[in-house]
């Protein structure tokens, strides 16, 4: 079996078949400028609210506090990151909660139709559960975004308790991102002068220790980049990002995303989407707001996923509470638009295993409240 199919048996939404060998020259010669999306313009808001290209519809799958349809269990507060991993026949949509104290993270169980299965618990008594990242084992790690936060490791599959995986460092996670060709975990740290990690487990596929290092570079928004160990992991009494000289700043590490040797991460502060080249060991710019011809499309940048057609789908944190996605030729383009919820974020983009259903999650509804999340599918012909 090839790694491709490896993955796919695992992680759903085809990482390891995301074509990021077609962005190698276009993240380094310019960030992605604002053209005609590859599925037309947005139609007018359905009945659900949102604002889709023709052919696509969407529905709701789950509201906080309100009882999963087919189910008894009770939905999360405030939807955060979430991702897709294959179920036999089926799949699962895992989503973390991102409210201090409860936290956690819950998972919708989906038949092969796309009927809803169960959904459930999979990890509890957390705090700030934000993004996070899928693992090729078929694990989901959960970030806890608060200072010294722990990154969980999670099982969607049910009957297995989350483990703490504090080697993976002390500090204000936000996502994740597993290179299995490196055998590396990405992470991004939600700080106005954060850092980009990466963790070597000793054992590929054992995260209870290995080495974390920080990424260190110049000032530059491309270029070469090194990594250095971060000596003590634990950041107490010094934070990680300030233990290693010369490491990187990033403006609120958001999103992480890997894939076919890049690794995709976004940056709230300034509005950027990074690219990681794990190759050739460099950054460079794949989006950003202040280098776009007129009107942003892309602002509020938050999580990120991909497909395999090498399209980016990246979530606005506010905005004008948009999805929209880059493509490998460089456009920028909306793709889905919520109305009437100003006051929320949309949360957790992740693909169903076929690529035909997209999952998300606006984290505080029409009502501007934790208590008020809303997780959707939209079904479409994707690329």
Known sequence: MDRRTVLRATV?????????????????????????????????????????????????????????PGTSYSWHDAPDGGACFTAGTGWIYVSNSEITPGGGASAIRFHADGTIASAYRILSNTNQNCAGGATPWGTWLSCEEVSRGFVYETYPQGGTNAVQRPALGRFKHEAAAADPHRKVIYLTEDESNGCFYRFTPTVWGDLSSGTLEVLVAGTATSGPVTWAPVPDPDGSPTATRGQVSGAKRFNGGEGCWYADGTCWFTTKGDNRVWAYDAVNQRIDLAYDDSLVSGTAPLTGVDNITGTGSGDLYVAEDGGNMEINLITPAGVVAPFVRI?????????????????????????????GFSSGGITYEVRGPFR
């Open 12 to 68: 759903a939404g085809g990482a390891a078949a995301f074509a990021g060998s077609l962005w190698s020259g276009v993240a380094s010669a310019a960030p992605a400028q604002p053209g005609p999306s590859p599925y037309g313009p947005l139609g007018a808001a359905d009945a659900n609210g949102l604002l889709l290209p023709a052919g696509f519809t969407s529905r709701v799958i789950a509201r906080s506090r309100q009882v999963v």
């Open 339 to 367: 109305s009437g919820q100003s006051s929320s974020e949309i949360c957790g983009p992740a693909f169903s295993p076929d690529g035909s259903r997209l999952y998300f999650s606006s984290q505080r509804g029409t009502s």
